[in-house]
């Protein structure tokens, strides 16, 4: 593994994160969407990227089992990374930031958007769970295209049920505000479209590349320890590629933007469940072994206990300290086989 090309990684990660949360808040503005279509759709969407390409390139493109593996465990590792680690780093970032936030601790979050969020989740993932168990193999393919077609239904009644603009303050556009410091001018309250959606892009393409860079240090690394393709796949490149949707979390934390941090993570739980999903359903054998079925079924124990706080109106950024034992918990039986 090479240190400087790691550093590098996590630096265009961070830089594209920071770019894409700016330019995602401003895309809302200008099409006047509600938070709940720029969290659980736009950034969800946009940041899962990274994770989505890895499983696609693993089962198109690398030869034999070792790619199917490889495949079905970053499918697998994306959802369970997010509703453990992802979630608990938004709770932690909660406490830390406490002072500079104006509701302290307290997380102000949409009810109705997260429990939304994680009931399609559990839903989705616990039917690509049966599925593995017990559909026969020839009639996995003729079931794949339902979890696209309820993703498509899901968006759009998240489009449908959106309660129009957020009222939060947006910072000035990034690149509106570099340009203006380069000319010693203010920058501009309201930026043009298309220096929104072009730093979006380029933001997209910054953390794509940074992912990308960052899986291929961790696999050299893997290959130095001889991890397996099952351990590489279900810990350590999804580490990689959820730094977008963890850092856009904190991002959002540290403005105060609560329903966009939790939007972001549990809308791409809902991505990750159904799109993925839906290729390792098609394209391999979708036969779980037993690390695997522990990571579906923990990731499934976290969305559920999530939902059920949230539910409730009872959701805390202590109480997410639980998902990150879940980590804990599956990261040391792992370990230990």
Known sequence: MNALLFIVSLALIFVGSSLFTNGVEWIGRKFNLSEGVVGSVLAAVGTALPETIIPLIAIFF??????????????????????????????????????????????????????????????????????????????????????????VVYVW?????????????????????????LKSVTARQTPRLWLVLGQTALSLVLIIAGAQLFVNQIVSLAEQLHASATLLALVIAPVATELPEKLNSVLWVSQGKDALALGNITGAMVFQSCIPVAFGVAFTSWVLGPIELMSAVIALTAGLWVCVLAARAKLTAPALIFNGVLYLLFLSVVLRG
């Open 62 to 151: 690398v030869a034999g089992t070792t790619g199917q593996d490889v495949g079905i465990g970053a499918i697998l590792g994306a959802p369970f990374m997010l509703g453990t680690l992802a979630l608990f780093i938004t709770g932690m970032a909660v406490l830390i930031l406490r002072r500079r936030r104006v509701m302290g601790a307290r997380i102000n979050f949409d009810s109705q958007i997260t429990r939304r969020d994680l009931s399609v989740f559990f839903l989705v993932y616990l039917g690509a769970l049966i599925v593995a168990l017990i559909a026969p193999q020839q009639t996995k393919a003729l079931i794949a295209p339902l979890f696209v077609a309820i993703y």
């Open 157 to 181: 009644r998240v489009f449908k049920t959106g309660k129009g603009a957020s009222d939060a303050p947006s910072q000035p556009l990034t690149l509106d505000s570099w340009a203006a410091r």
